[in-house]
């Protein structure tokens, strides 16, 4: 057993080292850059059930310590991502990660059944197929006046329940740092079922255009992500870690070695990069090779030694 290996939802990742939603595409890309079977995990592009657009208007702006994004859920939609990304993404070799997003119960709970019949047909082919579900409860809520499901609990509660009964699948719930109590949140993932909760996403923030007297983004509010994040997912990390039984995957500002470490050391089963892909195409093998260095040099020989210590 390598030094690095962890265990999500009963899935064994060689290492953890996950690449997030929205950063990594379904992995081709960066395949071109460097071999991405060295990582753990590749959590793919958000999907839902139909095929999205995406928002108009402005989508990214670059601040001092990281980044805005208000892409929103452009996506080709769950049967086309089976039908022509699948294939190509599970040959890559980590473990395969869906993000599954929805306007409302009825469309998550399509799409989680969608995802768990072609896995269950692929394995009776001998095929790899979607390994895991990362559930996405930070969709805008269109019958709730845009209220973001993540927010409130009891507004969650019944989407991860429902999602729970449609799939037999690993279920990984992705919290919303905006939450109203982030453990509270946590802790009803864990009573509904999940197999794990993944943490943060995004912040809600903004940038005004002062020449224009207007956002910068046709929404308003856009998603901060980046090293600026990193101090407060940390602490929620560790909030959430020492709470649950669960496994915890950390993100938020993940841009080194050391940060990856911290998260772990708070907690966290496995971690997430997101935004630092753009600033380091290579940051997952860069991430996978200095902790497995940093392992041998202090002479750990599991992620154990060190998991949730502080």
Not at 62 to 70: C, I, K, P, Q, V
Not at 207 to 235: E, H, M, T, V
Not at 253 to 259: F, H, L, N, P, R
Request: aromatic share 4%.
């Amino acid at each position: 057993m390598s030094l690095l290996t962890c265990n999500i939802g009963g899935i064994s990742l060689r290492n953890p080292i996950i690449m997030a939603s929205g950063t990594f595409g379904f992995g081709r890309e960066y395949a071109q850059q460097y071999d991405v079977s060295v990582l753990g995990g590749i959590c793919g592009k958000g999907l839902t059930l139909e095929p999205r657009a995406g928002n108009a208007g402005c989508r990214v702006q670059e601040t001092a310590a990281g980044m805005l994004n208000s892409v929103g859920l452009e996506n080709p939609g769950i049967a086309a991502f089976l039908a022509d990304e699948l294939d190509e993404m599970a040959a890559l070799g980590p473990c395969v990660i869906a993000n599954l997003g929805g306007a409302n119960e009825d469309e998550y709970v399509k799409g989680a059944r969608q995802l768990t019949a072609d896995y269950h047909r692929r394995q009776r082919a001998g095929r790899r197929g979607v390994e895991m579900i990362e559930l996405n409860i930070s969709c805008p809520n269109v019958k709730q006046g845009g209220i973001q499901f993540g927010v409130d609990t009891a507004m969650a509660r019944p989407i991860v329940r429902a999602v729970r009964a449609a799939t037999d699948l690993p279920l990984m719930v992705k919290l919303s740092p905006n939450a109203q109590q982030i453990v509270e949140m946590a802790l009803m993932c864990e009573q509904e079922g999940a197999d794990a909760v993944s943490l943060v996403n995004t912040f809600s923030a903004m940038k005004i255009d002062i020449q224009r007297r207007r956002s910068y983004f046709d929404n308003g509010y856009a998603g901060l992500s980046g090293p600026a994040i990193k101090p407060i997912a940390l602490r929620m990390v560790h909030q959430v870690a020492h709470a649950v039984q669960i496994p915890v995957v950390g993100m938020g500002g993940i841009s080194s070695v050391e940060d990856a470490i911290e998260f772990i050391m708070a907690g966290a089963e496995a971690v997430q990069v997101g935004t630092h892909n753009f600033v380091n195409i290579r940051a997952g093998k860069m991430l996978v090779e200095g902790l497995e260095q940093w392992m041998r040099a202090q002479g750990i020989a599991s992620l154990a030694e060190i998991r949730g210590i502080v």
